[in-house]
């Protein structure tokens, strides 16, 4: 198994474009990976010292390990698309972790930048601290936002949770920012803290829990109230989210037990989406 630990050695404050990196590693040749320096092709040992070498193709190989040491946010698009293996971050990363990964894992020790796991289709990023906006939505100019795999954040996110959602889970332990489930198409979004206004907006259809939610966090005259309920399906929600994190479960079978109240919408959109808030 190939064990492999890249420290930052770049100059202060030069945005890195790390785009390059899952490429190389998937063709066994990590001392030729290129990656962009203020646009500008530069080798990644120009960067980085590399501790470890690669013993196959990871195409191959499937479960090596990577870690990134002294990470930052002048780092953009770590993990980008991530296929097999294990990715871990020991600091922050910038915009676009996790970008199109279809596969592996992704741990961020501390703060992640806009568009984390936008347009991701697989795998698991994992995110220790908070994550700024458009977390699982989508790329700039995508037609829609994550497409499957779990993104699991500690801390708070920001705007627009879920921008276009298509497939997937999304789990934030903290608070929300406004306009989250944006245009959601699919897929389940759970916050457990409070949330800022203006969520669901043009939701077709998908889930969205809010552990701490209320009915003015929704948009305005969007979503039309339909009882409160205590559902087979928010038990296996449930059960799911507990191999996540524990605390969520406990809080989610909590209210399981008594019911949640179910919104429907956005009925502006012809939307079918359910938003769970507590009874």
């Not at 996110?157 to 699919?186: C, D, N, P």
Request: charged share 20%; net charge positive.
């Amino acid at each position: 198994m190939t064990t492999l630990t890249l420290t930052y050695r770049g100059e202060k404050g030069a945005h890195v474009d790390m785009t390059g990196l899952a490429e190389a590693l998937e063709r066994g040749d990590i001392n030729h990976a290129m990656l962009k320096v203020r646009g500008l092709p530069v080798p990644l040992g120009d960067i980085f010292s590399v501790k470890g070498k690669v013993a196959a193709p990871w195409t191959q190989e499937r479960n090596g390990a990577l870690t990134i040491e002294a990470g930052n946010a002048r780092l953009s698009r770590v993990g980008y698309g991530w296929r097999h293996g294990a990715l871990h971050i020991d600091g922050n990363s910038g915009d676009d972790v996790g970008r199109g990964m279809t596969g592996g894992k992704v741990v961020i020790e501390g703060h992640a930048g806009h568009h984390a796991g936008c347009g991701m289709k697989g795998g698991a990023l994992t995110i220790k601290k908070s994550v700024g906006d458009y977390a699982g939505g989508n790329a700039t100019g995508g037609l829609f936002g994550m497409e499957g795999g779990v993104i699991h954040v500690y801390g708070n996110g920001g705007r627009h949770i879920g921008h276009k959602m298509r497939r997937g889970v999304i789990l934030i332990e903290g608070q929300g920012g406004a306009y989250g489930a944006s245009h959601m198409v699919a897929g389940t979004i759970i916050i457990m803290g409070a949330c800022a206004t203006g969520w669901g907006r043009g939701m077709r259809r998908g889930s969205l829990v809010m552990l701490q939610g209320k009915e003015k966090t929704l948009t305005t005259g969007a979503f039309a109230y339909n009882g409160v309920h205590a559902l087979p399906f928010l038990n296996v929600m449930t059960r799911h989210v507990a191999t996540l994190s524990k605390k969520c479960a406990s809080l989610m079978e909590k209210h399981a037990v008594k019911g949640m109240a179910r919104h429907m919408g956005d009925v502006t959109h012809m939307g079918k989406g359910e938003v769970w808030l507590p009874a």
